[in-house]
C-alpha cells in the first residue's frame, strides 16, 4: 500500500481513484452480449456457458431435485450458519415495512401511500473465484418480505455445469425455485429481455465485476430497473491509537481478498499507526488462500495520514466508501460527520465482514463513489410507493379555484379547465 501525509484537497480524486476500466471500453464488449442473448435466447445463454465458464449446459434451469439435495451435501455447521443469518436478516428488513399513510391534507381533500411489491424481479448471485450464497440471503429475502410475485435468480455454474449447493440450499431455504445456471453480462441480458427458460423483470439486483455492472446500466436503457451501478467492492477504515492493530489488518484483507480490482483504504492521525497496521497485514497475508488476489488489490490501495479528524472526514465523505469501518477513540463525532457512506461498521469489534454475512443488515451497497447518492439495498428496493387522492364535492370547490390559477398562469387551459366543468356542475345544483 502507498503511504500518503496529509495529502492536499485538490490530490483526493487522483489519489484515491477506484482502479477501474473505463465504462467505453467495456460497453464495447458487453453490447454484443447482450444482443446475442435478445436474438438467440437460450441458445446464447449456452454459448456463453461454454466460452466463459467453460462448463456445457443441457438445461438452465436447475431442476427441483436438485435444489431439493443440495442441504445433504452441506455440513450442519454451515446450514445451522446460515439459518442463523436468515433469521437476523429476516428481522431488520421487517423492521423497514411502511404501513400505509392517510390523511385529510385539507377540507375534502384525502391523500395516500402505500407499498406496492414490484412484480418481476431478477437476482444475480455472482459465483466465479467464490460462490456468493450470502447475497441470496441479502437479495432474496427483502424479494420475498416484499411480496414479489415472480423471483428468478441468476448464478453463473461452475465447469462441470453445477451450481454450488450453498447457493441452492439458501435459495430453497428462502422459497425461491427459478434458479438459472447463467453468469456475467449473460444473464443480465437474459433478465432484462427474457429467454425461453429466463422471464423478463421489471428490476435486477446483485453485485458483480464490471461487465456486469456495465450491463446492469444498459438494460436501464430498456426500461428495466435496477437496484444501483454497484462494482468492485471497497472498504475505508479509520482508525487511531484506539484502534487494534491486528483488526484493522484482518478487515482490510477481507475487502482485498474479494478480488483484484478491490481497494482498501486506511486513515490514522500518524504513520505509526499505519506502519504497525501493515506489518499484521504482510502477517495475515501469508496464511490466505486468495494470498495473490489480495496482495493485487493491495497495489490499488493506499493508507493516508491524516493529523486532523475534519479533514479525514472530509475526505471520507469525499471517497463516499462502500464499506466505511469507524476505529476511533471520537467515535460519536465521527458517526455525526459522515453522510457518505453504504453502510457503517462502528468500534473495534465490529468486523465489516459481519454486515457480509449475517448481523441483519444488508451487503448489497453502492461503489465507486455512488454512496453520495444511493442507498444499499433494503426492503424499500423492492416496493414501489404509489399515491392517491380522493376529493369530495366540498374539497373541489375549496381548492378548485387554487387550481385554475395556477393552471391559467402556465397556458393550460384544458387543465384549468378540468376544474372548471366541476365547479360549474356543482354550482348548478
Known sequence: MRILVNPDSKTWNKELARPVQKMKAIEKIVKPIMKKVKRQGDKALKKFALEYDHAEIDSLLVDQATVGAAGEQLSAELREAIQTAKRN??????????????????????????????QK????????????????????????????????????????????????????????????????????????????????????FGPGNQYVTAAKQLATRQGVAIDMPAGPSEVLVYADESAIPEFVASDLLSQAEHGVDSQVVLICPTEKIIKKVLTFVELQLKELPRQKIAKKALENSVAIVMENMDHALDLINSYAPEHLILAVKEEEKAIQGIVNAGSVFIGNFTPESAGDYASGTNHTL???????????????????????????????????????????????????????????????D
Not at 423492521?95 to 385529510?104: C, F, N, Y
Not at 404509489?386 to 402556465?410: C, D, F, R, V, W
Open 366 to 428: 453502492p461503489t465507486n463513489g455512488y454512496a453520495r447518492s444511493y442507498s444499499g439495498v433494503s426492503l424499500d428496493s423492492f416496493v414501489k410507493k404509489i399515491t392517491y387522492q380522493k376529493i369530495t364535492s366540498a374539497g373541489i370547490q375549496s381548492l378548485g379555484p387554487s387550481i385554475e390559477i395556477m393552471a391559467q398562469h402556465e397556458n393550460l387551459e384544458a387543465h384549468k379547465n378540468a376544474v372548471t366543468v366541476r365547479l360549474n356542475h356543482l354550482s348548478k
Open 121 to 204: 424481479v431478477g437476482l444475480y448471485i455472482p459465483g466465479g473465484t467464490a460462490p456468493l450464497f450470502s447475497t441470496v440471503l441479502m437479495l432474496g429475502i427483502p424479494a420475498k418480505l416484499a411480496g414479489c410475485k415472480e423471483i428468478v435468480l441468476c448464478t453463473p455454474p461452475d465447469p462441470t455445469g453445477k451450481i454450488h449447493p450453498a447457493i441452492l440450499y439458501t435459495a430453497s431455504l428462502i422459497g425461491i425455485s427459478k434458479i438459472i445456471k447463467a453468469g456475467g453480462a449473460q444473464a443480465i441480458a437474459a433478465m432484462c429481455y427474457g429467454t425461453e427458460t429466463v422471464p423478463q423483470v421489471d428490476k435486477i
Open 89 to 118: 436478516i429476516e428481522k431488520f428488513h421487517k423492521l423497514q415495512e411502511m404501513p400505509s399513510i392517510s390523511s385529510e391534507i385539507s377540507e375534502g381533500v384525502t391523500c395516500m401511500r402505500r407499498s406496492v411489491a414490484i
